[in-house]
Nanobody
Framework: QVQLVESGGGLVQAGGSLRLSCAGSGRTFSSYTIGWFRQPPGLEREFVTCISWSGSIRKYVDSVKGRFTISRDNAKNTVYMKMNSLKPEDTAIYYC?????????????????WGQGTQVTVSS
């Protein structure tokens, strides 16, 4: 089972950018779909984006399309999420997760391993 660690969160002003990283352990990391989810204060966790093992499939929730970009470097066992034009409503704890499914799922029930989360706060 792959273990995941997120980093790169912080406080940023509206309109700013951040890049989150999700570092995975184990030789099988490159075979997993990796997803990013977020949980805003007082709300349920929601899907943000995911990338298939090869990078050929990338999915985004509508609210981040054109602003967030997911990518991966399997040689470094790391997935990145670049977040541009950040808005206060992007404030949340961001989690990365791994799924063995190759179809790049978006439901959190399809993801088996989760990181501990990293806080992103966007001030207005």
């Amino acid at each position: 089972q792959v273990q995941l660690v997120e980093s790169g969160g912080g406080l940023v002003q509206a309109g700013g950018s951040l890049r989150l990283s999700c570092a995975g352990s184990g030789r099988t990391f490159s075979s997993y779909t990796i997803g990013w989810f977020r949980q805003p204060p007082g709300l349920e966790r929601e899907f943000v984006t995911c990338i298939s093992w090869s990078g050929s499939i990338r999915k985004y929730v509508d609210s981040v399309k054109g602003r967030f970009t997911i990518s991966r470097d399997n040689a470094k066992n790391t997935v990145y999420m670049k977040m541009n034009s950040l808005k206060p409503e992007d404030t949340a704890i961001y989690y990365c997760a791994a799924s063995p499914l190759t179809i790049a799922p978006t439901a959190d029930a399809d993801f088996r391993s989760w990181g501990q989360g990293t806080q992103v706060t966007v001030s207005s």
